[in-house]
């Protein structure tokens, strides 16, 4: 007779059950999950010893989960003042665009015309190039952008000349800004006159003819009055604020991540803690069993260790960084 031998479905279904157990415990330390009621210790003792320790406990798993989820917010929120800091200088740069492109067409039509042509050096005028400027070096020094890269000669960039694409690209720029009430009224007036010009523009082509360009100088003259008129120093400013708020970029990845760290290797140390006492006890139905003879009494006092530990660090380390974006901490007001 031939010795047993285990066969593969035996090693398949121990490799895939702990495939899963790894699987659960990374769950678990994403989400916090430290005693999950199938390991509730008041079933290993509710003594009055244990309890309030137990109690603790609990209370801990929900205070680390809060604090997992502001960090969540804290980087998300800081995320998207980034992301806004970024869309106010395309706001910027998009604005200087249209003005630079409807110079272009009204340079064309002095041309036609037969007119000198001026470029526009007016304060209102340079101002769009200087804000654009500005901003985007803000965001520069502040890391929030990096240096322009130089264009290849050998790449065509494509130059859009279609005014409403610009204005439609425009709404949705400037509605995202503090701006966008003092623009909307402001870049309608410009959409409506592109469109009027344009209409004429058929118009004159259903006859077989060319309008005349002394009509086009006024719609791009009006238009290019209009322009000077969007609130590109709001916009400025706004991005100046929200600069205010975010902290330096590498300085805040760096505090954000040492916190996360420090959660994540405190939910792995109490969880492998509590996996190891519930693997380990012995039979909670045996009686005269309690927390001094089963090892509870050693791993709560190991559990509140952990605890003690986090909660020095937290406090002395990132409490009063992050403190200010949770808008439920009562510190909120003394740190902000």
Request: aromatic content about 8%.
């Amino acid at each position: 007779m031939s010795d047993a031998k285990e066969g593969p479905s035996e090693h398949v279904s121990e490799d895939l059950r702990k495939f899963v157990d790894q699987l659960d415990l990374l769950d678990h330390i994403r989400d916090c999950v430290l005693f999950h009621p199938e390991f509730d210790f008041t079933n290993a003792c509710s003594c009055d010893q244990c309890r309030p320790e137990i109690a603790r406990l609990m209370k801990f798993e929900k205070d680390i989960q809060a604090k997992r989820r502001l960090i969540q917010k804290y980087n998300s929120e800081t995320n998207d003042k980034e992301e806004l800091c970024s869309g106010i200088s395309d706001c910027a740069d998009l604005t200087k665009q249209l003005f630079d492109l409807l110079q272009k067409k009204l340079k064309a039509v002095y041309e036609e015309l037969e007119i000198p042509w001026e470029v526009d050096n007016s304060s209102s005028a340079a101002n769009l190039g200087i804000v654009d400027e500005k901003i985007f070096q803000t965001l520069i020094d502040r890391g929030l952008s990096g240096e322009p890269d130089e264009k290849d000669p050998n790449v065509h960039y494509p130059n859009d000349s279609n005014v409403l694409n610009k204005i439609r690209i425009g709404y949705y720029r400037y509605g995202k800004t503090k701006a966008k009430d003092k623009a909307y009224p402001i870049m309608k007036d410009i959409e409506k006159l592109e469109k009027d010009h344009q209409m004429e523009e058929k118009m004159a082509k259903a006859q077989k003819t060319s309008l005349n360009p002394a009509i086009s100088k006024k719609y791009l003259e009006k238009q290019i009055e209009l322009v000077k008129k969007l609130p590109v120093n709001d916009l400025l400013h706004e991005v100046n604020e929200l600069i205010g708020d975010i902290r330096s970029r590498d300085f805040h990845l760096k505090m954000y991540e040492e916190a996360r760290e420090l959660i994540s290797k405190t939910c792995f140390a109490i969880i492998q803690k509590r996996k190891k006492f519930w693997q380990g006890a012995p039979s909670l139905s045996t009686e005269g069993i309690g927390h001094n003879s089963n090892g509870l009494n050693e791993t709560l006092k190991s559990l509140i260790a952990e605890v003690d530990s986090f909660e020095h660090q937290w406090e002395n380390c990132y409490a009063k960084f992050l403190a200010p974006y949770d808008r439920s901490n009562p510190k909120r007001l003394a740190t902000g």
